[in-house]
């Protein structure tokens, strides 16, 4: 995306010194700064290139680790490549994983038109089924746009039904959700587990559960209907602080999730914030908590708020064609056909 220049740290430079000069810097010098990042010891700038590289999630799939627990869940979802060293960036639903931290259990995806939202989520999802075999990872898709942007991915065999594209629907799968969740933990009690973990680690193959992803992509459209806002509402409160140990993880994503359509419940709960270039910096401190998401360089910079790390995380999100996106599922269905124990 551009060059990283780290600047000795020192009494004399602030980061508001440079935040500041920054319209100078972009007219006197056509330097476009697109963040100044506080580190120990140093600040490190990001300056925009003329020309960008895309990252192919083929070439990060031969490279990522795997994080699996003891049923053979795994627990990390690659997001791209870390923009300060080249690492990968893992969200992390189980522990510590690739030099991060656990991160929260739930997330919200932002990003306005032209910012590859539609493609993080479709990487992310992939990414899922292509690490997980399709009895312990089911997938739920909820698309008020009529899942136009999921298509493909409704033949992944970890799709529970496919794309969701009704209201009404939608809220009988956020109660049965809760339902599930509130059986799961009757279920770790009659064998004194914890968690989705321990209960899967005691229990016999055919008798283990699944970690569910739920994806609710442009949420906004729907919450302005009161009645759907609430419903939403009281099941994210209820999923909020047990269903990560119930194995069950939120993912909602919208082009602008301003204040109208993102109850207290809502932010609260949603703790990861994988956020694409927006188009405000009013968008950018409710979905970031800060401003700065509206200088991200579109096509998949992403800037990530997850628990545990400093500050904030930029990254490059990968990018798959449609036709990759055709290959990969074709893969993933003859992976999860292929009798146990093939190559």
């Not at 698309?143 to 794309?163: F, I, N, S, T, W």
């Not at 082009?255 to 956020?275: A, F």
């Not at 990018?319 to 992976?335: N, T, Y």
Request: charged share 25%.
């Amino acid at each position: 995306n551009g060059c990283l220049a780290r600047l000795a740290g020192s009494d004399r430079l602030r980061v508001e010194d440079i935040e500041a000069k920054r319209t100078q810097i972009l007219t006197t010098h056509a330097i476009n700064l697109v963040t100044v990042q506080p580190k120990p010891g140093e600040i490190v700038v990001t300056m925009a290139g003329e020309k960008r590289q895309s990252v192919s999630l083929w070439d990060l799939w031969a490279t990522r680790a795997v994080n699996r627990n003891a049923a053979g869940i795994n627990t990390s979802i690659l997001l791209g490549v870390q923009e300060i060293n080249g690492s990968l960036l893992y969200l992390n639903l189980g522990g510590e994983f690739g030099g991060l931290s656990a991160h929260d259990p739930h997330s919200l995806v932002a990003g306005a038109t032209g910012s590859g939202k539609s493609v993080l989520i479709q990487a992310m999802l992939l990414d899922i089924a292509a690490t997980n075999p399709k009895d312990l990872a089911h997938i739920v898709l909820i698309d008020p746009k009529m899942g136009v942007d999921y298509a493909a991915l409704e033949d992944l065999p970890h799709m529970r039904e496919k794309v969701v594209t009704e209201k009404e629907r939608s809220r009988e799968i956020l109660e049965a959700l809760v339902e599930e969740m509130e059986s799961r933990y009757r279920q770790f009690a009659a064998v004194r587990a914890r968690d989705l973990p321990a209960f899967n680690a005691k229990s016999a193959p055919e008798c283990r559960l699944p970690m569910v992803f739920l994806v609710h992509d442009e949420f906004a459209d729907w919450m302005l209907d009161d009645e759907y806002k609430a419903a939403v509402g009281a099941a994210v409160q209820r999923l909020g602080v047990k269903a990560r140990a119930a194995g069950i993880h939120l993912i909602f994503a919208a082009q602008r999730p301003d204040k109208d359509v993102m109850p207290m419940q809502l932010r609260d709960n949603l703790g990861n914030r994988l956020i694409l270039k927006v188009a405000s910096e009013a968008t950018s401190k409710i979905a970031l908590d800060r401003p700065g998401a509206e200088r991200l360089l579109g096509k998949g910079h992403l800037a990530a708020k997850l628990n545990g790390e400093q500050g904030l995380v930029f990254a490059q999100a990968p990018f798959l064609s449609d036709d990759d996106i055709v290959e990969a599922v074709a893969a993933i269905r003859a992976d999860n056909e292929a009798p146990p124990g093939s190559a």
